[in-house]
Nanobody, 127 residues
Framework: QVQLVESGGGLVQAGGSLRLSCAAS????????MGWFRQAPGKDREFVAG????????SYAGSVKGRFTISRDNAKNTVYLQMNSLKPEDTAVYFC????????????????????WGQGTQVTVSS
C-alpha cells in the first residue's frame, strides 16, 4: 500500500501551465498503475489521465487530450501531470490515485478501480 501526497496546484490565468506532482510512500509504488482525477464543485469526480505501472501506456480524457501529459518516475516514487493551455473549465480539485492490482497492463479510468487516494490539490484557472 502507498500513501499519496499531491502538490503543485495554484491559481493560473487561462492559457497558462501548471505541473502537479504526487509523491508516494512505500516500496510498492512501481507495481501500481496511477491515475489523476478531478472534481469541480457540484460535480462527480472524473478521470483525467492514467499511466500503467511501467509508464509504457497512458490514457487521457477527451477534454484534456493534447494539453495534459502524465508521466512517472519510479525511482522517485512520483507521478506527474503537466497541464498546458489551461482553461477555466479545468478548475477543480485534482487527486492522484493508485490502482492496487499489481502489474495491470492497461490503464483503468473508473473511480472504483482505484484503492488509495491523496488529499487533493486545488487548481484554479482564471479567465
Amino acid at each position: 500500500q502507498v500513501q499519496l501526497v499531491e502538490s503543485g496546484g495554484g491559481l493560473v490565468q487561462a492559457g497558462g501551465s501548471l505541473r502537479l506532482s504526487c509523491a508516494a510512500s512505500g516500496r510498492t509504488f512501481k507495481y501500481y498503475g496511477m491515475g489523476w482525477f478531478r472534481q469541480a464543485p457540484g460535480k462527480d469526480r472524473e478521470f483525467v489521465a492514467g499511466i500503467t505501472y511501467s509508464g509504457v501506456s497512458t490514457s487521457y480524457a477527451g477534454s484534456v487530450k493534447g494539453r495534459f501529459t502524465i508521466s512517472r518516475d519510479n525511482a522517485k516514487n512520483t507521478v506527474y501531470l503537466q497541464m498546458n493551455s489551461l482553461k477555466p473549465e479545468d478548475t477543480a480539485v485534482y487527486f492522484c490515485a493508485a490502482d492496487y492490482l499489481r502489474l495491470r497492463p492497461a490503464v483503468v479510468d473508473d473511480v472504483l478501480s482505484y484503492d488509495s487516494w491523496g488529499q487533493g490539490t486545488q487548481v484554479t484557472v482564471s479567465s
